[in-house]
């Protein structure tokens, strides 16, 4: 039978362009029965029985060290069901701008502190925290430009008003494709297959990896049962073609986990970005 996701006011939307057509699409070849995607706290007062979940994405884990007055305990109170995709960020620059690798941006920043604007997609977007996480690892200072979205953000960055983003790869790459942006870089810890060309930060910067990602959860205490009869649809659906094309088709790979080492991203990347977001104080505004 196919699947009803009901309408709501608030969905956990993701960031890199994760859209409700392409959720619906995978949960309806799921084919659970009128399933609800919430937002957290919804999910979180949610009966228990597998027809309400969570698209959870890297603001889980990013969250918990910027809100202070949370009505929830996301790593208590969800239960991962299964990732789904992820993708790297691209660390990009103008043509012009004088570095053409890595060590040559790291370089320059060295022999020029402060003097190099850092776009983000807006002041604690994780396009920020992936910012100031590359500052603390090569040990640069770079001036922090929010802007109010990724878009906005790039046309400056084509513009030559800022000089470095983290962006997302489906924002960027048709601009790095007609030469308005160059890449110098990926945040994940492998390369991407739709830039196998450009090199990793890793390769620089050891132990450097930042991703995109996302999937779903369920309220805690949903039976056992539910979540790996869940996990395995959800595994099997992204193993079809037509998916990988879709996921692809927004900047990032399958990316198919069982229940706990889903829970264990999520928790290690909420005390990674914690880490990051108190040392550099970062603060929503």
């Known amino acids: 039978m196919g699947l009803e996701v009901l309408p709501t006011s608030s969905l956990d939307w993701w960031a890199s362009g994760w859209r409700r057509d392409s959720t619906s699409h995978l949960l309806w070849k799921i084919g659970q029965v009128r399933v609800r995607i919430s937002a957290t706290e919804e999910v979180v007062k949610a009966e228990p029985d597998g027809y309400t979940l969570l698209l959870i994405s890297p603001a889980a884990a990013t969250n918990p060290a910027l809100y202070t007055k949370l009505n929830f305990n996301f790593i208590r109170d969800i239960a991962p069901i299964a990732s789904i995709a992820r993708g790297p960020f691209v660390m990009l620059v103008n043509p012009s701008f004088p570095a053409k690798t890595v060590p040559e941006f790291i370089a320059y920043a060295k022999a020029n502190p402060g003097k190099i604007n850092m776009a983000s997609a807006g002041a604690a977007d994780v396009t920020h925290i992936v910012g100031e996480l590359f500052m603390?690892?090569?040990?640069?200072?770079?001036?922090?430009?929010?802007?109010?979205?990724?878009?906005?953000?790039i046309n400056d960055l084509i513009s030559g008003h800022v000089e470095v983003y983290f962006g997302t790869l489906l924002s960027s790459i048709q601009h790095i494709k007609a030469g308005g942006l160059r890449a110098l870089a990926v945040t994940t810890m492998t390369r991407s297959d739709a830039l196998p060309d450009i090199p990793t930060i890793r390769d620089f910067v050891p132990g450097f990896e930042a991703s995109l990602w996302n999937g779903f959860g369920a309220p805690k205490g949903t039976p056992v049962e539910i979540i790996d009869k869940l996990n395995k649809e959800v595994a099997a659906v992204l193993a079809e073609p037509e998916i990988k094309v879709r996921i692809a088709a927004l900047g990032s790979a399958v990316f198919s986990s069982s229940p706990a080492d889903f829970g264990k991203l999520i928790a290690d990347d909420t005390d990674k970005w914690g880490k990051v977001i108190r040392t550099a104080n970062i603060k929503v505004e």
């Open 136 to 153: 603390a690892m090569t040990g640069i200072v770079l001036q922090h430009v929010p802007y109010t979205g990724d878009g906005p953000a």
